[in-house]
């Protein structure tokens, strides 16, 4: 596999899992505006990235180049399906769906080489998206595949080799890149959203026993079992390796260990905990929710250092990747205003919109660093794209005042 697949894969799967930022940022106070100035801006943003997203297509039908995974398509796809004015039913979505679905495997799996279950999950959403009845054996294979490889006493053998027996086991309800190697939460919050998209009940075992692992994942040491956990209510990468986190570890002034909770793993647990039947009442969604009032920001993926020892400043590292998980949790949250630790109310769908706008490159595309490949082009603006209409989806609900 050439370096360019690698880097693109990896991409996908960390996201903004491995995203560097200033733990806490000024934040800057809120702007009243009025709802039909935040329509049209919002709606002008879009149209420009949907225009170039467009005219990036390939012959064939994908968006991905020679070797690129599929992903790439699918996630192309659902910015078009969920867009008003195309829609799943234009010729050219259409015929990127035909290309999507040539690589669907007899297992039900979508994908070529690596990331079996970034890649399905990516496609059951962007399949979910178009409401075509047509589609529904092709996504009720790829929801078995994904259910598939969830870690449970059925899947196989756990950390150390053992077969994992029960939910005692902190690798118990979780998603791996496909049916090895140790679960995360960046992987497990794409398949809950698929499953989800898909139409999945709340009490279906898959959710479930998901809940169990995204729980390890929060620092709430009065629900979470595992040594690590703190009490700051954010999350980590991954109960594995006591509470994985490429945000780091730091030692408390109790002198405990503590594993850094960040931004991204924080909304990916808000919208999953969600998904999996969770109220706003429960202790954990309260946690994170207070941690993401008290590091609130637009500007970066909270809670990283920009001191890192081996890259140095890494806080726009992910950054689209971390704008999209933020706006699909905090729209799944159902709350426009968030206060944040200085009493300052904010609108994050104004000020997500005001932030985006301004990254858009004239030719209505987005980029970022070059880490993680959020130098191309299709990836981040599909990224930022999805992250705008999560925007509009909300304000639908509630305008902005």
């Known amino acids: 596999m050439n370096h360019r697949k690698l880097c693109l894969l990896g991409a996908l799967a960390l996201g903004a899992s491995l995203v560097a930022a ?44 020679e070797n690129d995974p599929p992903a790439i398509t699918a996630i192309a796809l659902k910015a078009f ?27 039900g799996g979508i994908y070529q080489d690596l990331l ?3 890649n399905t999950s990516i496609a059951i959403s962007a399949l979910s998206a178009a409401n075509n009845p047509g589609f529904k054996e092709r996504i009720d294979k790829a929801v078995a595949y994904v259910k598939g490889i969830q870690w449970t006493d059925k899947t196989g053998t756990g950390p150390k080799g053992e077969m994992i027996k029960d939910d005692k086991n902190n690798w118990w309800g979780g ?23 898909a139409g ?26 595992q040594k690590f956990a703190g009490n700051d209510g954010g999350f980590v990468y991954s109960p594995a390796n006591e509470g994985e986190s490429p945000a780091g570890v730091f030692v408390g002034a109790d002198g405990k260990r503590v594993v850094r909770s960040y931004g991204s793993m924080t909304y990916a647990g808000l919208k999953s905990m969600i998904y999996a039947g969770l109220s706003k009442d429960d202790p ?23 001191n890192d020892p081996k890259n140095g400043d890494m806080s726009r590292y992910g950054l689209y990747y971390y704008y999209h998980t933020m706006a699909r949790a905090l729209n799944v949250y159902d709350e426009p205003i968030i206060t944040d630790s200085k009493g300052v109310k904010h609108d994050w769908r104004v000020e997500l919109t005001d932030k985006l706008a301004s990254m858009q490159k004239p030719d209505g595309s987005w980029a970022g660093e070059k880490k993680w490949f959020e130098d191309n082009g299709v990836l981040t603006t599909a990224y930022a794209l999805l992250a705008l209409q999560e925007i509009q989806q909300d304000l639908k609900q509630h305008p902005a005042k």
């Open 116 to 118: 079996a279950n970034y």
């Open 200 to 225: 999945l009940k709340k009490d279906d075992p898959a959710f479930q026993n998901a809940l169990k692992f995204i729980t390890r994942n929060q620092n709430n040491s009065e629900t979470n079992d």
């Open 175 to 197: 998603w791996g890149y496909s049916r090895a190697g140790r679960p995360d939460l960046s992987n497990a919050q794409i398949a809950i959203e698929a499953l989800e998209n």
């Open 81 to 107: 399906a969920q867009d008003p004015k195309t829609g799943p039913n234009a010729d050219f979505v259409k015929k990127g769906y035909d290309k999507l679905l040539t690589y669907q495997l007899d297992n």
């Open 22 to 65: 200033p733990p806490y940022l000024p934040l800057a106070p809120a702007r009243a505006a009025e709802a039909g100035a935040v329509d049209a801006k919002l709606q002008a943003t879009i149209d420009r990235g949907l225009a170039f997203l467009k005219s990036q297509q390939k012959p064939d039908g994908g968006w991905q180049k």
């Open 284 to 306: 954990r969604v309260k946690g994170a929710w207070d941690w993401i009032g008290k590091t609130y920001t637009v500007e970066v993926n909270p809670g990283f250092l920009t």
